[in-house]
């Protein structure tokens, strides 16, 4: 005989979780595969960038620092040299890169996002002051190569031209329309095929890859080059929407 019981009566009870944005840049990853954490340097030069961060989850984890060599005065002659291909800090030469995160996670769907480039000045001597018409390019082998670490992948885009920078006006380098996650964009192939040896770079004093990136070049004319170190500073510019440039 079943015997069936009476409700005596009920309640009720709730569950909650909260999520907040992640304010602290995320950890540089390499190109080759996306996740595996690295300590990148550009041998020869300290890389004295600082990340950006939003106070609503957006990052801009990581840009690169550039070496272009140490090379005998040519008054007659214009020549290009590539960039010194970065350090993964284990020895290992990988493409120059940058590195943006978004995990802004907004009710409202992710908006997207920009990074604009732009060389404040001339390449400017010590002692020589600048040298004159010397032009750094970004993508000259239009070798670029996003690597996404998202699973809400961003329609990422990249600007596929060949880039060279008239100092004091910014090129919108690298945006996404929409989506999370982390975007690497790789000056050159992730995987390392596009790097070329270049035994001028190898040092083991101090550590260098003996490699250059071809897809970052700076080009000088002849007569320009003094007896000097020349310097200029790029600024990235990160924004909270794409194609703010």
Known sequence: MEVSAATVGNTSSGANVAFQPKKTPTNPVSPGDGKTPITPTTPGVPNTSTPVA???????DYVPTLNFGTHYVDASSPHT??????NDGSGKAIPQFMQVTDNRGTATGPTGWSVSLTQTAQFKGTKAGDLTNAVLTFNTDKTNNVVSTSTSKASSTVNTATNP???????????????????????????GSSLVTDPESLDASTNTTGKVDPNITLSVPAGSAKVDTYTTTLNWNLYSAPGNA
């Not at 939003?54 to 801009?60: P, V």
């Not at 040299?81 to 970065?86: D, I, T, V």
């Open 165 to 191: 920078l008239t100092p004091g006006t910014a090129v919108n380098i690298f945006q996404a329309d929409a989506g999370t996650g982390t975007n690497l964009l790789s000056f050159g192939a992730a995987d």
């Open 81 to 86: 040299w590539s960039a010194w291909a970065a």
């Open 54 to 60: 939003s106070d609503d989850g957006l990052t801009l």
